[in-house]
T-cell receptor
Framework: DGGITQSPKYLFRKEGQNVTLSCEQN?????MYWYRQDPGQGLRLIYY???????QKGDIAEGYSVSREKKESFPLTVTSAQKNPTAFYLC????????????FGSGTQLSVL | AQKVTQAQTEISVVEKEDVTLDCVYE???????LFWYKQPPSGELVFLIR??????QNEISGRYSWNFQKSTSSFNFTITASQVVDSAVYFC?????????????FGSGTRLQVQP
């Protein structure tokens, strides 16, 4: 079945530690996105990529980094510079034009120990 | 700047009641798209509908209906005869086509609880 796979479902970060969230899609989509969801704040865009080896900052990119070495994969690293990383992270993919719907993964809940 | 406002944070209804979720948007684009997504407790967002800015016809799909009014910049969502399975968080979203920054802008969501 085609879809988006995010892993792990739950992740815990220690102080000063970088952690990486995985996102893989087999929908042959060019565009991939990372959103952060906090209670009462909806979804905020962290980074997005329209094509392999290229990505752009979203509204809240500070403290995060990404790579897009393969079309299928768009991992997100939460660095130690992100002082408030506890949130639900959603990965999405779609065609390169945003008039088409996005497909979402099931999310990763990141918490700080 | 683009913005989506969902003023209703949480709504609670009893099964079989009708409920309307409000969405108001701001954009300078003349061409744009509006979306509704449903987020059940499992966490994954599920696409419900897409509407482009040139099509103001209302749409009905089963118990769901959408009212798009460009004059008031609103794209409201009504569930008729609500069911417990409708309990979820619902997001309204707007596509961004300006300055090449192509991504969706989401509202803060409305949590709907349908009581049996």
């Amino acid at each position: 079945d085609g879809g988006i796979t995010q892993s792990p479902k739950y992740l815990f970060r220690k102080e000063g530690q970088n952690v990486t969230l995985s996102c893989e899609q087999n929908l042959n989509h060019d565009a991939m996105y990372w959103y952060r969801q906090d209670p009462g704040q909806g979804l905020r865009l962290i980074y997005y990529s329209q094509i392999v080896n290229d990505f752009q900052k979203g509204d809240i990119a500070e403290g995060y980094s990404v790579s897009r070495e393969k079309k299928e994969s768009f991992p997100l690293t939460v660095t130690s510079a992100q002082k408030n990383p506890t949130a639900f992270y959603l990965c999405a993919s779609g065609t390169a034009t945003t008039n088409e719907k996005l497909f979402f993964g099931s999310g990763t809940q990141l918490s700080v120990l | 700047a683009q913005k989506v406002t969902q003023a209703q944070t949480e709504i609670s209804v009893v099964e079989k009641e009708d409920v309307t979720l409000d969405c108001v948007y701001e954009t300078r684009d003349t061409t744009y798209y509006l979306f509704w997504y449903k987020q059940p407790p499992s966490g994954e967002l599920v696409f419900l509908i897409r509407r482009n800015s040139f099509d103001e016809q209302n749409e009905i799909s089963g118990r769901y209906s959408w009212n798009f009014q460009k004059s008031t910049s609103s794209f409201n969502f009504t569930i008729t005869a609500s069911q417990v399975v409708d309990s979820a968080v619902y997001f309204c979203a707007l596509s961004r086509l300006d300055t090449g920054r192509r991504a969706l802008t989401f509202g803060s969501g409305t949590r709907l609880q349908v009581q049996p």
